[in-house]
Structures are given as structure tokens and as C-alpha cells.
């Protein structure tokens, strides 16, 4: 069974680096692409970005380019989200997906992992 | 892209029809995705391909469309079935979702 793994909730300070981790089992890690979705409470989904754990190329969107660094270790099956400075309005669910392709060669978010909560606060 | 959901509501009685749609601001043809989310638990994947279903996935539900009309109809709603519904398209970089669609006892 397909399952992925995310660390546990965090409370951070504004100013403070995090990086929370996603260990996928069940599967040959490097077979799916590794993506990272953000909730809001309360709020819709948005689509951070990706990492190809073969080659650790990534891919992400401009609304959090230079804002995250998202990395991937196939050794251990993880991959990782990154802060090097987290701010208030970080503070959010955070979802570590597989992005599987389609027969055309697009790619959709398949699997889900149950979530980071990211608290940001003073 | 955009994707706009509609209703941002539906009160349905259990056993009843919903009919949730997704409108894409530009073609997608086909690659839409559907997810499901009840209170504090992860999205889960219902459709792909606009009309590819899941695997386990219950035959009352039905995805449809291409290009920019999208369509979600559950028949006969059950229980497990309320809660948040999204769509996502994949055809352009970034991924979008659209704002979901509530689905609430009546």
C-alpha cells in the first residue's frame, strides 16, 4: 500500500528556519514525482511545488519561488520542505503528495499524506 | 488557469443528487482531477482525466467534461460522502485548484 509519511506539527517564531520531511513507503520512491500542497485554514488548496526524487530536479510555483526550497533524498524514500525564514502567514496545512503521470503524460496529484500543521507565531 | 467551482454550497439530503461543476478560464481538455476532503483529513482522489475513476471508488459517482466544463455527480449521496470537493487541473504549470464546493446534510 502506497502510504507517505509526514513529520509531525511544528510551532515556529517569524524569523525561524524549519524543514518538515515526507517518507514515502509501499512503493519505488523514485518512480513518482514528490509535490507539496499548502491549505490555509479554512481556506482552498494551493500547489507549491515538485521534486523528481531521480535526479532531484524541481519545479515550482512562482507564488512560492524563493520563498521555499523543496528537496528529496532517495536514500531514505523523504523528501523535504524548506523555510529558511518562516513568516505569520506561513502558518497552514502542509501536504506532501504524489504526482503521478496519465496516459498523456500529465501529472496528477494521486496519493495524499495526512499533513504537516505549521503554526507560525510570536 | 483559473477554476472557478459552483455552488460554493450544496445542501443535499442523503440519497439525493448532487451536481457539482468546474469551469476552467481557459482549455484543459481533459486533464482534471477530483478529490474529496471531510474535516480533518487529507484530499483523496476520486477522478482523473475528468472521467478516470479512482481505484475502489463507488460506481454513484461519475466525473465528466473537457476543455473548460467540468461536471461531478454523486447519485443516491451517502454519509461519507459530505464534505469539501475539489478540482484541479494539470494540463499547465502551476497546478491550480479550484476554491471547492461544500457539500452539507439538508
Known amino acids: 500500500e502506497v502510504q507517505l509519511v509526514q513529520s509531525g506539527a511544528e510551532v515556529k517564531k517569524p524569523g525561524e528556519s524549519l524543514t518538515i520531511s515526507c517518507q514515502g513507503s509501499g512503493y519505488s520512491f523514485g518512480t513518482y514525482l514528490i509535490g507539496w500542497v499548502r491549505q490555509v485554514p479554512g481556506k482552498g488548496l494551493e500547489w507549491m511545488g515538485l521534486v523528481n526524487p531521480v535526479d532531484s530536479s524541481t519545479k515550482y510555483s512562482p507564488s512560492f519561488t524563493g520563498q521555499v526550497t523543496i528537496s528529496a533524498d532517495r536514500s531514505i524514500n523523504t523528501a523535504y520542505l524548506q523555510w529558511r525564514s518562516l513568516k505569520a502567514s506561513d502558518t497552514a496545512m502542509y501536504y506532501c503528495?504524489?504526482?503521478?503521470?496519465?496516459?498523456?503524460?500529465?501529472?496528477?496529484?494521486?496519493?495524499w499524506g495526512l499533513g504537516t500543521l505549521v503554526n507560525v507565531s510570536s | 488557469i483559473v477554476l472557478t467551482q459552483s455552488p460554493a454550497t450544496l445542501s443535499v439530503s442523503p440519497g439525493e443528487r448532487a451536481t457539482l461543476s468546474c469551469r476552467a478560464s481557459h482549455t484543459i481538455t481533459n486533464n482534471l482531477a477530483w478529490y474529496h476532503q471531510r474535516p480533518g483529513e487529507a484530499p483523496r482522489l476520486l477522478f482523473y482525466?475528468?472521467?478516470t475513476s479512482a481505484t475502489g471508488l463507488p460506481a454513484r459517482f461519475n466525473g465528466g467534461g473537457s476543455g473548460t466544463e467540468f461536471t461531478l455527480t454523486i447519485t443516491g449521496l451517502q454519509p461519507e460522502d459530505f464534505g469539501l470537493y475539489f478540482c484541479?487541473?494539470?494540463?499547465?504549470?502551476?497546478?491550480?485548484f479550484g476554491q471547492g464546493t461544500k457539500v452539507e446534510v439538508k
Open positions: 503528495t504524489i504526482q503521478k503521470a496519465s496516459p498523456t503524460g500529465y501529472y496528477y496529484v494521486a496519493y
Open positions: 482525466g475528468a472521467s
Open positions: 484541479q487541473q494539470y494540463d499547465n504549470w502551476p497546478l491550480t
